[in-house]
């Protein structure tokens, strides 16, 4: 009868070593937690930071092509004066095309500097010896030029010259005749490697690319270059409504060229239908941050690790200390042959039932004696009579228990 209560004392207080054992758990995985956490927005930021220096490195870019197209207004526009005070006689002519050559050995950058007269027939060139055409007037370049009146350049998609089948850029303006009126088309051309050769010698992040864009989707150059893809209209979905929209901005998408996912910065170039990226693959600022992360881990693990091991082991301290005190608790309240409740536990279970007591519950007490006890145990002996008392107790719990 009296080894329930103590066990269920004994339930009851060994729950703190549970409740220890679920603050150690609780304690390592909100430190997990909490390391993922800062793991993920880390990759964010390093992402957003991809994100700031490709914005950057295309605005960079952006200004280069905006001063090459400049370049080559100015002297499409020298080269318009020349030809309109010009009697377009042979030497005019000549002097015109060895002035163009001379300009463009300063400038590098243009390939060659053409113009051709209202019928598309060439009468000036700065290379006269390379024939990057012969005949415009059934070109779009000539169509549009036709129609619309000004000096304004057309940036024209990329065409392989048929010299040398270089892929080669034009850039066209209106020419005026002295009296008014349609007088033909200057054009000049850029090699399309320039850009891509240029954008090859930027010490740009690992596995980034550049592009050239004409504002209508056209590939006008790439770096890295893509066979198949110089001149092709790659405008997607984000075009319309994100790059068009903004002088520069950000985005995040897979290539239409390669497939490859990467953060991208774009800037309109200002005075030319023209748009920049730089793209930097989204995979190799993973890797960066992968390599972040494992340093992190394995610090983060043997923090975990310690805090999980010396936890553990005050859970089990004071686990051992709790049984402990309760083995001595029940010791001083059992009786130690019979196994039994002694006098002290008898006094405060009989205190605790008299003041519960109810008419509906009442006190009960049982007062038992073992008959003829004396004489078997000295019939028998003492150890006989322990072993007597011992198996009437052990009846006794198990009838008011059962």
């Given amino acids: 009868m009296m080894s329930m ?8 207080s060994l729950t703190l070593v549970g409740w220890l054992r679920a603050f150690v758990f609780a304690v390592c995985a909100a430190l997990a937690v909490a390391f993922s956490y800062y793991e993920w927005s880390t990759r964010e930021a390093m992402l957003a930071k991809a994100e700031n220096d490709a ?13 090459t197209f400049e370049m080559i207004d100015v002297v499409l526009t020298a080269t318009a004066d020349r030809i309109a005070i010009s009697d377009r006689s042979l030497a005019d002519l000549y002097a015109i095309d060895e002035a163009l050559a001379g300009q463009l050995r300063q400038a590098w950058r243009i390939r060659s500097v053409m113009a051709f007269d209202e019928a ?9 010896q390379v024939q990057d055409w012969v005949d415009l007037s059934r070109t779009d370049a000539f169509e549009y030029h036709a129609d619309k009146w000004g000096p304004s350049l057309r940036i024209g998609s990329p065409v392989k010259s ?18 008014g009126g349609f007088g033909g088309i200057l054009m000049a051309t850029i090699r399309v ?16 690319i550049v592009s050239l864009f004409s504002r209508d989707g056209n590939l006008l150059s790439r770096y890295p270059p893509v066979e198949g893809m110089i001149g092709r209209n790659l405008t997607g979905r984000y075009w319309k409504t994100d790059v068009l929209k903004k002088s520069a901005g950000s985005l995040r998408s897979s290539s ?26 989204r995979t190799a600022v993973a890797r960066a941050w992968l390599q972040e992360v494992m340093v992190h881990l394995i610090g983060a693990i043997g923090l975990i690790a310690f805090l999980a091991v010396m936890g553990m082991q005050l859970v089990k301290h004071v686990g051992l200390r709790q049984i402990s005190q309760l083995e001595l608790a029940k010791l001083a309240r ?28 009442p006190v009960s007490l049982l007062l038992l ?20 008392l011992r198996s009437v107790a052990a009846a006794m719990t198990e009838t008011v228990y059962k």
């Fill in 5 to 12: 209560p103590i066990s269920k004392r004994f339930g009851r």
């Fill in 55 to 67: 914005l950057m490195l295309s605005g960079s870019l952006g200004q280069h092509a905006q001063d």
């Fill in 120 to 128: 598309g027939r060439q009468f000036v060139s700065s290379q006269p």
């Fill in 162 to 179: 048929p010299t040398n089948d270089d892929w080669i850029i034009p850039v066209t303006r209106r020419l005026e005749k002295p009296a």
């Fill in 193 to 208: 490697d320039y850009f891509s050769r240029l954008y090859e010698s930027l010490d740009g992040p690992s596995g980034a």
């Fill in 256 to 281: 239409p060229v390669d497939g490859v996912d990467r953060v991208y910065g774009f800037t309109n170039v200002t005075d030319f239908p023209l748009v920049v990226f730089f793209g930097i693959s």
């Fill in 334 to 361: 059992t009786d130690g042959l019979t196994g039994l409740m002694n006098r002290r536990a008898f006094d405060d279970a009989l205190a605790k039932a008299w003041l519960t007591a109810t008419p509906t519950a």
């Fill in 369 to 388: 004696d073992v008959d003829h006890f004396k004489a078997f145990n000295d019939t028998y002996g003492h150890p006989a009579g322990d072993a007597c």
